[in-house]
């Protein structure tokens, strides 16, 4: 319902087909007088740009927003940010070949089945190219909260099986760090070996999938609501609507499971800043609602589906057909890279959302 | 915001106190004409009642459901179904020694600074009583998909290091086999094992932590919607508001970060029945859609925050102290068994509001 | 959707039929530290009671209201609070004559179309009965606004071709003159014509129609919301789903169609305590926002459907038949005067939920 | 919240200043198969374009709708609809003069009060323009209606003191009578006394109200919700939503509180196509649901709050002041006449949510 809607009061609804004319956000619920200006937006949007390196897809979208509403003379008014981002780089035509297809691990069989129509070129509205949108919301969102004191961050904890090792980084440089690397990663020798990784994956005409952490800093107490609102829930529930997610978790997530609760619990105790845990397995929530601790999960990102090999399947007719991407297809080896200024973004829409809610709590 | 309520079409909200008078909960938007009785509720609440074996804890609810509204002649109406659960075995006057500390692992810290008041017998809202509601809606939400041919089924897959073999059982066979176990795991040696860690865990004054496996069959194609309501998101946003849930994941997870895409994209083919994948690490859903195959996926859920040891903390005036429990207090070594059941009524509200929602995407 | 709830973040939600076992209503959303306790709602309460007067239907509620949870050491804690009214005075025996007939003027038809099924006890969830939810959930939202220094008050206008001239009362004496007066009205020449007015149309058998109008004192600029959220038309679909209404108003309402811009636009001066504004035509809204002068408005309700006279009507099964009520049937002769406590509950909970949804507006 | 969205199901955002770049509407939740273009579109858009005669503001838009998402081979795909309007003949530099001034009748003061900031070229958001968008909407949701043989209109039934007789007109004929009218009233001989009367207004530098009167036809039973989501509580929400509203009525409105319940209710009796009523003053609804008759109501207009003569005011600073609109300024003597497309598109929105929900309702 609203399937095309995420948040409460700090709300987005967006729209576009990766091969149509333009996709789109409108931002409903920015509180008035933010500064912002395109480039803002622009900044967050090269980020997740393909083409941006050899170690993502070659299409190179040179996203440009536009924000055609409710920002006045350098600010917002409180009314709806309307961005729109023309779709520049959009050759349907290579799509005919395949548009009879079941694609392996795409949606168009789902869709095809749910809606009766699919519009084939290239994944639709399923396409990874929507989220484009979230990153251009998120990059508003992510100015309210950084108004207001909080810094967010995402970055590669893993791929296939090299993992990041993070202990002796400061939290405070660790996003400079993560988009100084080409596969975003704070890691300098992990980052090393994960670029080997995706140029073996490339040459093999594979994918690899790939681990994303996210953190948020000075994030105050009181942040997510009880019961079904929990801030961890709704968390969960926008990282899990980015494509290719397979996972959500927040502290010691599914290690957890290991635990005595002795291990486990975090002990309160008090700094010069007020009340803190020696440990965060919890991941900076109580009950749902933020400790003041850092705010800190991870989401796994399955292999990209699109490879290189030819692999079985049926014809939407449901006759067996082989399955093989057209010659010069754009091919992106580890969809998990391009996706952590997407996480970052929808941590930040889920943060300024809930900092806003936090204000009618009391009387 | 409305964070007691959950659901869209099928929607449920949930109030009470764990130590209060009742607690309770109101279904709006259960189609009329499906057969209701309180029996129905009332078998499921056992399920998760404290107290029914000596593998949790010992407070004995003994839940009785009354249904006040909603229920017309044994059948629903369409009108509000209001569910009434009376608390008996409360005895707020134990909590009196504790009230002004910070209890490690909960929830007072952060709700008295959200809202400057906490309801501190028992965990108050916080407290994992209000689950009984849950499960109480989800007995009727699982009557609606029985009705429409859909099973739905959890049970225990990990405790502690112990995980649970079930490759060699029948998918139909697992509800019946979890709930003759104690501990809800369907797999007979590892039901025993974890029975055994349970004790050990118990006699430590420790608790541990766990993973529960949810699974439904005969999903229709096309439940989910796309973007920011996929079903698996959906999925996770419910899951990760049950108290304790640290992680969430559907079809391969995690595992899938270490898997290349020829390996986990699963290829479809024809059975008799129709279209088929021939593996299913997409648990169920492709671009946020039901495909017809097994929906399946985990949750993480930490070790039961209260043990028998004491452990450092603070007052809520900010000095150091010891918090204790209280003796003679009701301790569940492993919150993740009786969280069965109630994943299963989660899986059932979601299930069951989207079944609704399919209804009005075509013409 | 969930058409048994209202309000965006001060939410309620009513469930029970006339003649069940009780009704009641869940409060999600009401501030924390609010001291609120059962004598509050149990005042306003007695208000629509029917039966307090020779005026209303005999049918004598005592409605007491339980305060089951959200409350905490005489104030709100920020969980839902939930409200519980037993149904003493149900005899559902003497609808079983009646039950498979069409009610004129009432809704078990479309009720049957819609659900298939109708709780034709009373007039099951379609009961004024439910109103009285309605009238303890806004006397905790009039709490909220009396806090924050806002006075609401209704009171019968016009019944029949009665209308009650105000011109010369202040308006803050209003609110208890209504009250003193058996039929709302404030003005006692009028009134004294109603309560005449309603013993003849008692005598025959018969119905009256009637208007209510209703005050906001004290509303600070900035309530309500631009568009679709515009605070008139917050309050219009309030009003609209109160029972038995047939028009709302706002300012000078219908007359507006009548008149000329110049005398229509209410001009800006300045007074000691801010800008007001000559005339109130606009019954204090602009664009949809409060402009701090009163908000006043009507409400028109049709004479109640009850009648004491025989009515051809059909049954359910499509055959002419005669509609009579069961000797001793209650009979309400003017269901507006009932109205005038629910008017203002629902006034109430449109201003509580504007007054939050404000703070999230700014910066 | 969400101020800029409406309905459930079948939901639209709208954005866009009335001088800014563009404005626009995303329609989600369409379902999926309707057959629809731009013309489509563009002819409802033609319909409340001033200019188009000289009974409306001169300002002419020639508005051109563009679809930009959502429509692949001519049909819906379930996927946003995303609609855009460029602003063409937009000359904010004459608003430079008043930018300091409130505005009489308008909400420049309460935008600057609720946001600290107001984009004072034209309305900004506040203005009429925005409702180029839910006519955009509405014409896709009148689409739909029509797939499902239900027809929507609306007209003036009322412009100062002159009343449209409509007893003798069919209504088949109504819609097609109305757009003929260049005061779109399809009573010729009170079409002919609104023109003078527009003529004389506009004239004397004056502005009128008026009442448009919308009816449905073929309108199934059982749309509409019980309790707080009554078909009439979403008309009304609905209609008060659009500028310049003052009233709403359905039925018999604010005529029933004269009425004795005998006249009012309106008798079953059965003809060959079902069920019906010898009368309508419901107005379509029983109980907040459809009943199958005729859906008909009303809603009333203020005199446009643009004159052409001086008026007193103050400054943004509170200084006294008097407010003239700048030379050339267009001007729309009665505002009304433009809002009939309007308001059929609002009432084909409600409508077209409601047909979907209705789906949900039984098992």
Known sequence: MASNSFGNIFKI????????KAIGVVIDGCPSGLEINASDINEALALRQPGRNPY????????KAEILSGVFQGKTT???????????????SKYEPIKDLLRPGHAN????????????????RASARETACRVAAGAIAKK?????????????????????????????????????????????EASSSMMALVEKTKAEGESVGGIIEFIALSVPVGLGDPVYEKLEANLAHAMMGIPATKGFEIGSGFQSATMTGSKHNDLFFKELEGVQTKSNHAGGVLGGISSGMPIIGRVAFKPTSSIMKPQSTLTTGGDEAIFELPKGSR???????????????????????????????KL
């Open 56 to 63: 993502t897809s070659p299409r190179y979208e040179e996203d």
């Open 109 to 124: 069989y789902t869709y095809l089945e749910k809606y009766g129509i699919f519009d084939y070129r290239g994944g639709g």
């Open 13 to 20: 609804t967006t729209w576009g087909e990766s091969h149509g």
């Open 144 to 188: 309210f909260l950084e108004y207001n004191g909080i810094k967010v961050m995402a970055y590669i904890k893993q791929m296939g099986s090299i993992i990041a090792g993070l202990d002796e980084v400061d939290l405070d440089s660790i996003r400079s760090l993560t988009y100084q690397s080409p596969v975003f990663c704070p890691d300098a």
């Open 331 to 361: 091919h992106d080896p580890c969809v998990a890279i391009r996706a952590v200024p997407i996480v970052e973004a929808m941590l930040s829409l889920v943060l300024a959302d809930a900092l806003l809610l936090k204000r009618c709590m």
């Open 78 to 92: 409180g009314a709806p940010i309307s961005i729109l981002i023309p779709n520049k780089d959009a050759d349907p």
